[in-house]
């Protein structure tokens, strides 16, 4: 364990104060996992992708969907690979449509028991 | 794909939380660690939706979530403090496959909570307490101050009576009467030194805030413990999840 570790989270570091959901008031939204985005993603595709073994079409790495990092926070949800940051997947809900990007993923790979 | 809950029982957890039973017609099942979607829609067609872990163990027949409230949240202050027994709540899943415990599994379990993270893992202590899975569970419970603390009495008595199971608990701002330690912010070395070491070879289920989920998660993973054996589920900070 290196002592930058530490030290970077000492007691000046005002992250360190979020460490309870309530805490926090007025601080943006941060991403979230992959996790996240189950439940629309579920609706959408009628199994759980978040299980699948995804490709990211920018920097190659391949990744169980779940480890992916997802922003919630705007109109819809983005999805960005863990290893490269690149879009993987876009889904919008509109109260008709859904709109859906997955031009960042190269391949699934899914579980067919799952 | 969205259905209709009934909410059967809503009993404060702390100051600022509440636990929430519901009963889903037509559940058929699910898994310690996952969680559901609930919609809430204003009269002019405005909807908001929010995730929020489930706490039980999942052949528990009412469906219970503990949903603690955002100062400047949509969702949450409504849940914690307007939703009565009674009323009735638009729901989808529980889903997500992958923040998940099955009793088939035969690691020892690490659980790592960060304040009202501990939901999900709460879910997976009593699947693992339901079931006769001989694994050892662990969990350390990074929390604000005793007050804060969820599902107290039955973290007690499980740490106490339960051969299984252990709790360990690090405090931020203050301590129970008696604690042998000031205050302190979790720290690598107070980590490591409160959970199951690397030659165990648990599998680890850390949730709470993100900064707080990827802090632990970076310490874990320089002290050894393979990355392929972390699971993690960030909340994010306020308006975002559970």
Known sequence: ?114 | MWRVADVVSGVAETETSRTIGLRVAGLDGYLAGQHIDIRLTADDGYTAVRSYSVATAPMDEVLEITVAELADGEVSPYLVRDLAVGDQLEIRGPVGGWFVWRPSNANPVQLIAGGSGVVPLMSMVRAHEASSNPSQFRLLYSLKSPAAGFYQEELRTLGVESSRFSVDYVYTRSVPAGWPSAPMRLTPETLLANILPVDAAPDVFVCGQTVFVETVAEWLVQAGYPAATIKTERFGGTGGTR
């Open chain 1, 1 to 114: 364990m290196s002592g930058n570790s530490s030290a970077a989270w000492g007691s000046e570091d005002p992250r360190f104060e979020d460490q309870d959901i309530a805490g926090i008031p007025g601080n943006p939204i941060s991403h979230l996992d992959g996790n996240a985005a189950a439940g629309a993603l579920w609706e959408l595709f009628r199994f759980d992708i978040i299980q699948a073994i995804g490709r990211c079409k920018h920097c190659g790495a391949v990744s169980v969907v779940a480890r992916a990092t997802v922003y919630a926070d705007g109109p819809g949800i983005v999805v960005r690979c863990d290893s490269c940051e690149g879009v993987l997947l876009r889904l919008v809900e509109t109260p008709t449509r859904y709109w859906l990007d997955v031009s960042g993923l190269s391949y699934l790979e899914i579980d067919r028991e799952g």
